[in-house]
Nanobody
């Protein structure tokens, strides 16, 4: 199982980024895939989760209305579109595949993790 997150970078407040999570080694259409982030000195938090049926079964309050998750089955890739970025969105962003077809924000629901991609929002 391998997940590779990419697309992070430095962006000004109000800007946008799209993260990608390319997935290999498991049945992509079955398992839920989540996005998480971890800021310095803080715990890792769940942002959203994508299932085969629902692009985003939940969004954290802090990103609701600004972030959108989607998945491309042909490319085995899950995307996180991030708009109206704020300095408090600065973190390392991770994708992870769940043990189940539906999952929430609990870290223990997820079996395998990507390596993370840094997002820095600063002027």
């Amino acid at each position: 199982v391998q997940l590779q997150a990419s697309g992070g970078g430095l962006v000004q407040p109000g800007g946008s980024l799209r993260l990608s999570c390319e997935c290999h080694g498991f049945t992509f259409d079955y398992y839920a895939i989540g996005w998480f982030r971890q800021a310095p000195g803080k715990e890792r938090e769940g942002i959203t989760c994508s299932t085969a049926r629902d692009a985003g079964i939940y969004y954290a309050d802090s990103v609701k209305g600004r972030f959108t998750v989607s998945r491309d089955t042909a490319k085995r890739t899950v995307y996180l579109q991030m708009n109206a970025l704020k300095p408090e969105d600065t973190a390392v962003y991770y994708c992870a595949v769940s043990r189940f077809s539906v999952a929430g924000r609990g870290l223990t629901d997820y079996a395998y993790w990507g390596q993370g991609t840094q997002v820095t929002v600063s002027s």
